[in-house]
């Protein structure tokens, strides 16, 4: 098991292999979401979506990718949102002094969705980076730093997200030992939708894999708890 560990560790850093991490998220105990992020050299993607289940409640989707250089300096940003009958689309262009900011506004009309608006901003760039990114960031940072600021750019506003690095915990998830350190944030973001972050969250980290086995995160519509259910790699297609 040691050595299958290894070898996932080692493919986040391959030009050939990615790493796969798929979650659900559980709402009290109904599996309302269901969550994939894909980890490659230079590039992070993600796909979330509600199961049937939470769709009788809110059916939404998220996807995107995030692209960034080997410094893990970010160097764009697309990201869909689908919210019962909204459609947002982010794209973010960083360069070492901007960012260049574009949103486009839908809204689900018959079975189409008809543009209803475009923002966009220049903003001075400080060393922010986008969500996906920022992730990567935090959880090599906390091998060194106890606490600290994420310099996070989303939905044209720049925020400083507080973390700090609680404890050492044993973990197991789906029959699958894991040390962890438990990490706290409190995000507060002032966006639009069901993705708003409210609260304090918790965040379990895989020492050895640098990855999330366990989240606890407050959103607009109520807080999830999400574990780990899938982990493999994969060979990156051409």
Request: hydrophobic share 35%.
């Amino acid at each position: 098991m040691k050595k299958v560990i290894f070898l996932l560790f080692l493919s986040i850093f391959s030009f050939s292999y990615a790493l796969e991490t798929c979650y659900k998220g559980y709402y009290f105990f109904l599996p309302l979401v269901e969550d994939c992020i894909t980890y490659e050299k230079n590039k992070i993607s993600a796909y979330a979506h509600s199961t049937p289940l939470g769709s009788l409640f809110k059916r939404v989707e998220y996807k995107g990718y995030s692209i960034h250089k080997e410094n893990l300096k970010p160097e764009f940003f697309y990201f869909v949102q689908k919210e019962g009958n909204k459609k947002m689309i982010h794209k973010y262009r960083f360069s070492e002094d901007y960012i260049f900011f574009e949103k486009e506004i839908y809204k689900l009309e018959g079975n189409r969705y008809k543009f209803q608006k475009k923002l966009t901003k220049k903003i001075k760039n400080k060393d922010y980076f986008d969500p996906f990114t920022a992730s990567i960031y935090l959880y090599n940072v906390i091998k060194r730093k106890k606490e600290g600021f994420l310099n996070i750019f989303y939905d044209g506003r720049r925020y400083k997200v507080p973390f700090k690095v609680l404890k050492d915990e044993n973990l197991e998830i789906n029959s699958e030992k894991h040390r962890t350190k438990k990490i706290y944030l409190h995000p507060d973001f002032k966006t639009k939708g069901l993705l708003k972050p409210t609260g304090n969250w918790y965040i379990w980290v895989d020492k050895k894999l640098d990855i999330p086995v366990k989240l606890e995160l407050t959103f607009t519509i109520g807080s999830f708890k999400l574990l780990l259910e899938k982990l493999r790699e994969s060979s990156i297609r051409n």
